[in-house]
């Protein structure tokens, strides 16, 4: 079965840190650019970060630069977001999704190859 499997999302103070993980079964994500969505309740949903396959090339949303990082460990097969000085407007759930391709090229919704089921991350006092 190929699946993406998130996890590390919860509740966290203002100013708070947390590192999302999403690993891949059943498949390698050697070959895929990897995302990480977000989605609150009423909103569509919105690509954060982005990283090419080589792990060479990241991107990130002006609401995130400078204090979230995107990371891949191919001997793992696992896509990291380390989250740092979060605050509560980054309360959402968290999405991974692998897109077949070497380059981060946008993050069209309808272009993501699989997805993983979501993680909740929580921003409060």
């Known amino acids: 079965q190929l699946q993406l499997v998130e996890s590390g999302g919860g509740l966290v103070q203002p100013g708070g840190s947390l590192r999302l993980s999403c690993v891949a079964s059943g498949f390698t994500l050697h070959d895929y650019a990897m995302s990480w969505f977000r989605q609150t309740p009423g909103k569509e949903r919105e690509g954060i970060s982005c990283i090419s396959s080589s792990g060479s090339d990241t991107d990130y949303a002006d609401s995130v630069q400078g204090r979230f990082t995107i990371s891949r460990d191919s001997g793992t097969n696992t896509v990291y977001l380390q989250m740092n000085s979060l605050k509560p407007e980054d309360t959402a759930v968290y999405y991974c999704?692998?897109?077949?391709?070497?380059?981060?090229?946008?993050?069209?919704?309808?272009?993501?190859?699989?997805w993983g089921q979501g993680t909740q991350v929580t921003v409060s006092i």
């Open positions: 999704a692998a897109d077949y391709g070497h380059y981060c090229s946008g993050y069209s919704f309808w272009e993501q190859d699989y």
